[in-house]
């Protein structure tokens, strides 16, 4: 089984300002995504095999939930069901971002 790969939210910051040619994905429920967000696409982990087609697997595609655990799983179901290489899970999830990056980010 293929190891999870990790970015932090310093570095997807990072990939954000530089503007690099990414997908993020939000792996939450719409209202939690209401409630806060990044600015991913929004693809509810229930919703990841039928929305598959959605995914790139091109470019690097970054996985990104409230805490980092459901959007580690998702990245790992993915890779190991669809054969992905390009997956990145973001560690500590939204809650890093709003500790780390920017704390008008709201937690719950």
């Not at 806060?36 to 509810?44: A, F």
């Not at 290489?85 to 560690?91: G, K, R, S």
Request: charged residues 30%; neutral net charge.
């Amino acid at each position: 089984m293929q190891a999870i790969k990790e970015v932090t939210v310093r570095e997807l910051k990072r990939m954000m300002d530089e503007k690099k040619d990414f997908q993020l994905i939000d792996v939450r429920e719409p209202d939690e995504f209401e409630f806060c967000n990044i600015g991913g696409e929004l693809i509810p982990m229930g919703q990841l095999v039928n929305s598959i087609d959605r995914i790139s697997k091109e470019k690097m595609t970054v996985f990104l939930c409230r805490s980092g655990v459901r959007s580690a799983r998702a990245v790992g179901a993915l890779q190991q069901r669809f054969g992905f290489m390009n997956l990145y899970n973001v560690t500590g999830g939204i809650l890093a971002w709003s500790d780390e990056i920017d704390p008008n980010v709201p937690k719950y």
